[in-house]
């Protein structure tokens, strides 16, 4: 059974920095690209940050460019988001997704498991 378990949101003022963690079990996680998207209240869920198997190669959304970093280590089969100047619009609910295989994704459709996710709120 495959398992995703995230950690790290919380609340933080506007300005401040977050390191979300995603523990992925159940499959070999270095084999499949990775993923992070985000749910707040009324909206869809939208794509954060992508990353390959090895972590050689990242994508991000624009919201995310500049401020965001996705990174893994395989040894520890997590992945990690590491969020600096935080807005109140970043504010939503943070999944991790683990992909099919080894191709970035940024569309939920395309993703086969889910963490339950983690909660970030933003202050101003």
């Known amino acids: 059974q495959v398992q995703l378990v995230e950690s790290g949101g919380g609340l933080v003022q506007a300005g401040g920095s977050l390191r979300l963690s995603c523990v992925t079990s159940?499959?070999?996680?270095?084999?499949?690209?990775m993923a992070w998207f985000r749910q707040a209240p009324g909206k869809e869920r939208e794509f954060v940050a992508t990353i390959t198997p090895s972590g050689g190669l990242t994508s991000y959304a624009d919201s995310a460019k500049g401020r965001f970093t996705i990174s893994r280590d395989n040894a520890k089969n997590t992945v990690y988001l590491q969020m600096n100047t935080l807005k109140p619009e970043d504010t939503a609910v943070y999944y991790c997704?683990?992909?099919?295989?080894?191709?970035?994704?940024?569309?939920?459709?395309?993703?086969?498991?889910w963490g339950q996710g983690t909660q970030v709120t933003v202050s101003s």
């Open positions: 159940g499959r070999t996680f270095s084999w499949y690209a």
């Open positions: 997704a683990t992909g099919s295989g080894t191709t970035r994704f940024s569309t939920p459709s395309t993703a086969h498991y």
